[in-house]
């Protein structure tokens, strides 16, 4: 139980100390936003680079790791959809409800989590999932709307590539392709830029960390007592399990690699959820709520699941 409490302890303290930062206005919100931004396009994708640039890919393609996560992307997928009929919602609030129900904060905390846990020995996971992740859910959401919202003159070619440049300008994805491209050339770095892009991975984590406390202060439950709940039910204990139970009986994978599956499930919705129903406003208050809910409860599910795992 020691061991788990050091690896989370300072995850979620520095989550906490930048929510505090600002409910109390210690910092305002532009702290927020240039620190999210340093985060995301600067520390964040140094410290893939670093990672996927030195680590060692395996041979042969790890499809049973990517078709686990699918699957149960799939399932959680299903469920939400089903919630949004059953609560009376539009069709257009299912993508939304998807979003929320299978878009976990892989990047802000599910990184750090894996680290402090495996240590750099789930670098290689790490990224195989991150490069994966996003753009299979934003398309997926996409074609979604697009489908049940039936905007005319909108062709799948323009939905494609309107995502193609959304991909195209999101710094993970292009970090972690550049750093296994890099790795792959077996060349090195000159040591000064090496040691800079160093430097500004060590810088990832706590700015990662600190910038999503001090964003989950501008949400709040709104009175979403029942589409919120059952979104993190489905994020947080129905995609863990189904990946668990596929990497770890299915597929057999190595320990490491089940670890860092299973967190990376485990982890809570994260703001692209509320980015895409913002953009659609479609069930904004529901996804706002469940990164709230799910951020709170996974201080209490996410150690389990690590104390469950070593």
Known sequence: MHQVVTIVAPVFAFMVMGWLAARSRFLDASVEKGLSAFALWVAVPALLFRLTSEAELPDIAPWGYWLAFLASGVASWIGAVFLARLLGRPPSTGPAFAMGATFGNTVMLGIPLCLNTFGEEAAVPIALLTAVHAPILWLASTVHYEWVSAEPGK???????????????????????????????????????????????QAAIPAALFALGMSLAAYSIKRELRAAPALTLLKMALMPAIVWLLVAHVFVLPPVWVGTAVIMAATPTGMNAYLFAAKYDVGVASVSSTVVLSTAVSVLVIPAIILLLT
């Open 155 to 201: 062709s799948f070619g323009r939905v494609a590539r309107e995502l193609a440049i959304v991909l195209a300008k999101n710094p993970v994805v292009m970090a972690i392709l550049a750093g296994t491209a890099w790795g792959r050339l077996d060349i090195g770095l000159n040591p000064v830029i090496a040691d800079i892009i160093t430097q500004l991975g």
